[in-house]
């Protein structure tokens, strides 16, 4: 889809380009303003759409999600009175108190997490309207410190690429634990950098961060490589078999088990990675700080606290056994909702940018779209 926009737009400005060329002089003033109005027009609405993907992708798909892999939903005791209301109080053989038979009821609260809307409104509530960007700031940190490592040390499409992104995030796990910590607790007057964990206390999460990252290049590039061979075999038929049209149909079911293998990549590799991740991070949150969401740091008592000479961590074992099945369902179900947001802002966006196109070129936009499709398909 995006290969079609490119050339749709690539097109749609030549044939402006060429339409334009063709009006006289006298026109040329109004013709500048038109292509420098359509310019302007479809840059904003390209700016547009990726800050709305980039929110949605770090409200929903990183603030959200951590607080769903660490909430802990809570129960509420109720007592429940089994003896009939009418019944009388004294027995009358021994005009003694007749004893009161009562049941405990345990009820599950439905947790903070189970709906977008719900966990967005909880944490503007807590933070206030910026708050379902809280850390952002220490994101950005991160994020430019990583593509900074990842620059120096390795260039674009180097072999040695994905190794070179394992040892800087394992190198920057302290700032990935504080980002944590930012995220799920009440907002706090320190400092992001005055939140940053000891060495001693990173050292707990070398090994998870170290799985995850491993984890995360696996689930990129495994099905990455395939897919580059699966689209050199779609443009060029030719190549690889007499047939064109049979190689281009081989090609498209391999495309779509390649497909496959990154969907169950990310589910059964990176999301237990990330969780086991992010709920070891937790368990090592300070004690001057509440959790804006309910979570049980102590994992049923299987965290041992420092000062009694422990890790102050959960293992990573009971990390992700404490993740029980209702937990792992409502965030595939977040991350399933959080594609569906993404798939309906790109359609939204195509069309918008497609209206404009229209709109500027008249009726060279058909060539245009005409044009980009014969490209696709590799006419």
Not at 188 to 202: A, H, L, N, V
Request: net charge positive; proline share 4%.
């Amino acid at each position: 889809m995006s290969d079609i926009a490119h050339h749709l737009l690539r097109r749609g400005f030549d044939a402006t380009q060429q339409h334009y060329n063709n009006v006289g002089d006298q026109d040329e003033d109004q013709i500048k303003q038109i292509a420098t109005f359509g310019m302007v027009l479809i840059w904003v609405t390209a700016i547009l759409y990726f800050a709305m993907m980039s929110a949605i992708s770090y409200t929903y798909g990183e603030v959200i999600a951590t607080l769903t892999m660490i909430e802990t939903p809570t129960a509420t005791a109720f007592k429940a009175d089994t003896n009939e209301v009418d019944a009388p109080l004294l027995d009358q053989k021994t005009d003694k108190m007749a004893p009161v038979e009562t049941d405990l009821f345990l009820v599950k609260q439905a947790p903070i997490t189970l709906k977008i809307r719900t966990a967005v409104k909880h944490i503007t509530s807590v933070g206030g309207r910026l708050a379902r960007f809280r850390g952002l700031g220490l994101a950005l940190i991160y994020h430019a410190v990583y593509g900074f490592i990842l620059n120096i040390f390795s260039h674009r499409g180097s072999v040695f690429r994905p190794f070179v992104a394992i040892v800087a995030t394992v190198v920057l796990c302290r700032l990935q634990m504080a980002w944590t910590h930012i995220v799920i607790s009440n907002p706090s007057e320190k400092r992001w950098y005055q939140r940053i964990p000891t060495i001693q206390q990173g050292k707990n999460v070398i090994v998870p961060t170290a799985i995850f990252a491993i984890a995360k290049q696996a689930a990129i590039y495994v099905p990455g490589t395939l897919f580059v061979s699966v689209m050199d075999t779609w443009q060029n038929p030719a190549a690889y078999g007499s047939n064109p049209e049979t190689v281009r149909k081989v090609a498209l079911i391999e495309m779509f088990f390649v497909g496959l293998l990154a969907i169950a990549t990310v589910i059964l590799v990176v999301i237990p990675a990330e969780v086991t991740l992010k709920r070891v991070q937790s368990s090592m949150l300070p004690e001057e700080h509440e959790t804006i969401v309910p979570f049980d740091r102590t994992f049923a008592g299987k965290v041992v606290p420092e000062v009694v000479g422990g890790s102050g961590a959960v293992s990573m074992l009971d990390a992700w056994k404490s993740f029980d099945k209702s937990a792992r369902v409502r965030l595939i179900k977040l991350y399933g909702k959080i594609f569906a947001i993404q798939v309906a802002t790109t359609i939204m966006f195509f069309m918008l940018v497609g209206a404009e196109l229209r709109m500027i070129m008249g009726h060279d936009f058909k060539k245009a779209v005409d044009a980009a499709q014969m490209h696709f398909k590799g006419q």
